[in-house]
């Protein structure tokens, strides 16, 4: 598919360039590093252009016009934007396995949550999740891929929709319009379908990376709670330097190097109200990291969804026996409960600990971080939170177990 060059900004030269192949001697790692200026046209995906060039490249044009590499196999964008980072982070596995499985370079979407939108790097590796499947940070997609092959007045977006003839509204509501909006992204077409994205044929078939060189859906391809097959995923999940070293610094102030045991309490309204009713369900939300995937009915219990204080304090104190734990860390989205664990914890002589953060504020994932780090886990089975950290601590071979679960 041969597209016109109507949005030719650039010396001819650079156009060359940017259509050539490798072979013509355009690559240029010394000139990766720095941020080029938009450099050229849509046609770059292009692939019969290719090759066309055997021009070479001069130092000062290199300099003038780095060439990025732009997938032929395409990019795949999607707005992270249901539930909580929990939530989030389940739908994020998902959508990398997807991508891998349309073979689609990644654009690393950005976390959103109360407190803002953070780029994907500020919490995680990049280099790591590379290692699974080809990934671009948000940040370097607008600068570099989309001025080539994405130029705003060719940013459709896709949704999946139930009815023929109903809209998209990609940037209809929260957090959907910020998300874009924090990208710079405008959609001047939306384009619904029908199949769900376990279809990758259909995906395919009707939006081809030569035609659609960037599939911007509205939501995650993926599942919430995250598909048992994906949860190793979270291998590829390693915090950034700056998050791992700041959940250092927390570990090292608060236990000294001492034993510790991590425990999350979710207890917010929102979840008091969620788990009213639990027990009519087989599984419910993230239930099935400690039910599996084909409980009985009745299995999820309300001590394990939102468990009594006399529940928290029974686990709390068997994992702080069994791990010879000098503290217990606690992270909350509301109540930690702390007057009832130091009571049912003095005879152990150990000391219960919490960052509250209207004292100080710190993010809510270095919860997360800390909790990996613990010698023994007790979480909520309900809860994509507490499944974060227990996929993280399964991957590395750490102990958990849960509440209202009496193993
Ligand atoms: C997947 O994409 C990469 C990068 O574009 C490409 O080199 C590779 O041939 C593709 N694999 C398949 C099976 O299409
Ligand atoms: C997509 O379809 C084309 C033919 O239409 C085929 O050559 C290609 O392998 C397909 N890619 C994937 C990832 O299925």
């Given at each position: 598919?041969?597209?016109?060059?109507?949005?030719?900004?650039?010396?001819?030269?650079?156009?060359?360039?940017?259509?050539?192949?490798?072979?013509?001697?355009?690559?240029?790692?010394?000139?990766?590093?720095?941020?080029?200026?938009?450099?050229?046209?849509?046609?770059?995906a292009d692939?019969?252009?290719?090759?066309?060039?055997?021009?070479?490249?001069s130092?000062?044009?290199?300099?003038?016009?780095?060439?990025?590499?732009i997938?032929?196999?395409?990019?795949?964008?999607?707005?992270?934007?249901?539930g909580?980072?929990?939530?989030?982070?389940?739908?994020?596995?998902?959508?990398?396995?997807?991508?891998?499985?349309?073979?689609?370079?990644?654009?690393?979407?950005?976390?959103?949550?109360?407190?803002?939108?953070?780029?994907?790097?500020?919490?995680?590796?990049?280099?790591?999740?590379?290692?699974?499947?080809r990934?671009?940070?948000?940040?370097?997609?607008?600068?570099?891929?989309?001025?080539?092959?994405?130029?705003?007045e060719?940013?459709?977006?896709?949704?999946?929709?139930?009815?023929?003839?109903?809209?998209?509204?990609?940037?209809?509501?929260?957090?959907f319009?910020s998300?874009?909006?924090?990208?710079?992204i405008?959609?001047?077409?939306?384009?619904?379908?029908?199949?769900?994205?376990?279809?990758?044929?259909?995906?395919?078939?009707?939006?081809?990376?030569?035609?659609?060189?960037?599939?911007?859906?509205?939501?995650?391809?993926?599942?919430?709670?995250?598909?048992?097959?994906?949860?190793?995923?979270?291998?590829?999940?390693?915090?950034?330097?700056?998050?791992a070293?700041?959940g250092?610094?927390?570990?090292?102030?608060?236990?000294?190097?001492?034993?510790?045991?991590?425990v999350?309490?979710?207890?917010?309204?929102?979840?008091?109200?969620?788990?009213?009713?639990?027990?009519?369900?087989?599984?419910?939300?993230?239930s099935?990291?400690?039910?599996?995937?084909?409980p009985?009915?009745?299995a999820?219990?309300?001590?394990?969804?939102?468990?009594?204080?006399?529940?928290?304090?029974?686990?709390?104190?068997?994992?702080?026996?069994?791990?010879?734990a000098?503290?217990?860390y606690?992270?909350?989205?509301?109540?930690?409960?702390?007057?009832a664990?130091?009571?049912?914890?003095?005879?152990?002589?150990?000391q219960?600990?919490?960052?509250?953060?209207?004292?100080?504020?710190?993010?809510?994932?270095v919860?997360?971080?800390?909790?990996?780090?613990?010698?023994?886990?007790?979480?909520?089975?309900?809860?994509?939170?507490?499944a974060?950290?227990?996929?993280?601590?399964?991957?590395?071979?750490?102990?958990?177990?849960?509440?209202?679960?009496?193993?």
């Amino acid at each position: 598919m041969r597209q016109p060059l109507e949005h030719l900004l650039l010396p001819a030269i650079c156009l060359a360039m940017l259509l050539s192949s490798d072979a013509a001697g355009c690559t240029d790692a010394a000139s990766s590093e720095e941020k080029p200026a938009a450099c050229g046209t849509d046609a770059a995906a292009d692939e019969d252009a290719a090759g066309g060039g055997g021009q070479t490249c001069s130092q000062r044009e290199r300099e003038s016009c780095p060439r990025p590499d732009i997938d032929p196999s395409g990019y795949l964008i999607f707005c992270l934007c249901m539930g909580r980072f929990g939530n989030k982070v389940d739908h994020f596995l998902g959508g990398l396995a997807w991508a891998k499985r349309v073979n689609r370079t990644l654009v690393l979407p950005p976390w959103l949550s109360a407190e803002g939108s953070a780029p994907y790097e500020t919490l995680f590796s990049v280099d790591a999740v590379r290692r699974y499947h080809r990934v671009i940070t948000a940040d370097d997609f607008m600068r570099q891929v989309a001025p080539l092959v994405w130029p705003p007045e060719k940013r459709v977006g896709m949704c999946y929709v139930r009815n023929h003839g109903d809209d998209c509204k990609m940037v209809h509501g929260q957090p959907f319009g910020s998300f874009w909006r924090a990208l710079g992204i405008e959609f001047v077409r939306e384009i619904p379908y029908t199949f769900t994205y376990h279809a990758t044929d259909a995906f395919n078939a009707t939006f081809p990376p030569s035609r659609y060189p960037i599939l911007a859906l509205k939501g995650a391809p993926a599942s919430y709670p995250v598909n048992a097959g994906h949860r190793d995923l979270q291998r590829h999940l390693v915090w950034s330097d700056e998050m791992a070293a700041e959940g250092r610094a927390h570990v090292l102030r608060l236990f000294g190097g001492h034993r510790f045991v991590g425990v999350h309490l979710r207890n917010n309204y929102d979840w008091e109200r969620a788990c009213a009713g639990v027990h009519r369900y087989t599984n419910y939300m993230s239930s099935s990291q400690c039910l599996g995937d084909r409980p009985p009915v009745g299995a999820v219990t309300a001590e394990m969804c939102l468990p009594s204080p006399a529940e928290v304090v029974r686990a709390t104190r068997r994992a702080a026996i069994a791990a010879d734990a000098k503290f217990v860390y606690v992270a909350s989205d509301r109540d930690p409960m702390l007057a009832a664990l130091r009571e049912g914890l003095a005879d152990l002589s150990a000391q219960v600990v919490h960052l509250d953060r209207k004292v100080a504020p710190v993010r809510t994932e270095v919860d997360l971080v800390v909790l990996a780090m613990a010698d023994h886990f007790v979480g909520n089975c309900v809860s994509s939170f507490t499944a974060f950290v227990k996929r993280e601590r399964d991957v590395r071979g750490k102990p958990s177990s849960f509440f209202g679960i009496d193993e």
